[in-house]
């Protein structure tokens, strides 16, 4: 993968977080109206806090919305986390072009809040993949 370049005012972003929550956050970027925060593998309690407070405070120090993520190496555990908050039954990977399509499987009565309004989450999920995978594509079954 290539190497991430982030820019002065996601730096701000990325220290000012660590530095309110102890987390430690590989990276950093905007996308589909959210701040994504990747945090280190077991880093999650840490960055959200207890009952989500850390998360909030954050929110209302920079006024956007914030989505905390756990990082993976792995692209299939990778996809499960972005789409934790739905309870991702399966994650499939087939090769697809010059990468690889994910097709995520969430109970029905979650599928539509998965894809987001408009697809918003399928098109944060593919921000994230495309940045840290080889994979380029992502639907919701």
Not at 105 to 133: E, M, Y
Request: proline letters at 6%.
């Amino acid at each position: 993968m290539p190497e991430i370049a982030l820019d002065t005012e996601t730096l701000g972003y990325l220290r000012l977080f660590e530095e309110r929550t102890g987390a430690r956050v590989k990276d950093c970027f905007e996308a589909e109206g959210k701040l994504v925060y990747l945090v280190y593998p077991g880093d999650i309690p840490r960055a959200v806090g207890p009952a989500g407070v850390l998360v909030e405070r954050i929110k209302e120090l920079l006024g956007k919305e914030v989505q905390v993520i756990e990082y993976s190496d792995d692209p299939e555990t990778l996809t499960r986390n972005i789409f934790f908050a739905y309870s991702p039954r399966t994650v499939a990977l087939v090769p697809k072009g010059k990468g690889r399509h994910a097709t995520v499987t969430v109970d029905p009565a979650w599928k539509a809040r998965a894809i987001g309004t408009a697809g918003r989450n399928l098109k944060l999920a593919r921000a994230i993949l495309l940045r840290h995978t080889d994979i380029h594509s992502v639907s919701v079954a």
